[in-house]
């Protein structure tokens, strides 16, 4: 199955941009006649004939659409401190885009050694693993965004804060605070945690202390694990029937034998690096 990202796709045909034919065309050798899927990010999964095999303006009809492709019954957000490095942040992206997540936050706090981004940069990473991973969602990627001001977002759900800070009062384990079809927002900080001070105002906002376990975790590590950690409490990590089979993985992983349709996914393991902080 091949999978192409157009937010803009329109019924009954669409024309792919340039870079998209010339992959369609070029690389993958796709014909007239020969299908392939687009997703428009918003959960619309579009089963497509190519009508005109076209290099640089691949024209494609839309046979078959469907609405809301493996919605996830829960909402994450994951608001996270870019790392010195931005390859590691890069590397959270992609696995937590695979995992499922609905936004990503990138925090600016105390602590921060990376204090800007290259929002196209990193949109594109989240697009490369959407397509790589068959979702029908793409995440939102916010701007690089101050603590405080995340903190005072309103959401509707439960918010958690991951800090390494034993002597800031209790911290529950994470797995044991979740229950299935909850909206969850977690914070990971920096490279050198988040300052006390963030930490009581996070609290003082009514974010709950959590742990990830006894194991101290880099920073793009510990929003994977977190984000794991969600989808197993909803289900999402294991056997499911219907929509897209795969042949391994925690609810993504070989794509090459993946197809709409009804199916299995067999689980299997994910994973996620044990590089500590």
């Excluded at 839309?62 to 890069?90: S, W």
């Excluded at 990193?122 to 939102?140: C, M, N, R």
């Amino acid at each position: 199955m091949q999978l192409f990202y157009a937010p803009d796709i329109t019924a009954p045909e669409y024309t792919l941009n340039e870079e998209e034919s010339k992959h369609c065309i070029r690389v993958l050798r796709l014909a007239n006649g020969e299908r392939l899927h687009i997703t428009d990010g918003r959960g619309n999964m579009h089963l497509c004939e190519i009508i005109d095999a076209s290099p640089k303006r691949c024209r494609v009809r839309i046979i078959e659409t469907q609405h809301e492709f493996e919605r996830m019954p829960y909402k994450l957000v994951m608001a996270v401190a870019p790392t010195k490095n931005i390859e590691r942040f890069e590397w959270f992206l992609e696995k937590a885009t695979e995992v499922g997540v609905g936004e990503v936050i990138p925090l600016e706090c105390a602590r921060s050694e990376r204090r800007t981004i290259k929002h196209d940069r990193e949109e594109k990473v989240i697009t490369a693993a959407v397509k790589q991973s068959l979702k029908a969602y793409h995440p939102l990627l916010h701007e690089m965004t101050p603590f405080r001001k995340a903190v005072e977002m309103p959401f509707d759900g439960r918010r958690f804060i991951a800090h390494c800070d034993a002597s800031a009062g209790a911290r529950a384990y994470l797995p044991s605070q979740l229950a299935a079809g909850e909206n969850i927002m977690v914070f990971i900080g920096p490279e050198g945690d988040f300052s006390p001070e963030e930490i009581a105002f996070a609290v003082g906002h009514g974010i709950e202390p959590i742990t990830l376990g006894n194991q101290r975790l880099r920073t793009e590590t510990a929003g994977v694990v977190a984000a794991v950690m969600v989808a197993v409490a909803n289900g999402e990590c294991g056997t499911r029937n219907g929509g897209i089979s795969e042949d391994s993985g925690c609810g993504r992983g070989n794509v090459s034998n993946r197809k709409i349709g009804n199916g299995t996914e067999n689980g299997g393991g994910t994973e996620i690096g044990s590089e500590q902080k």
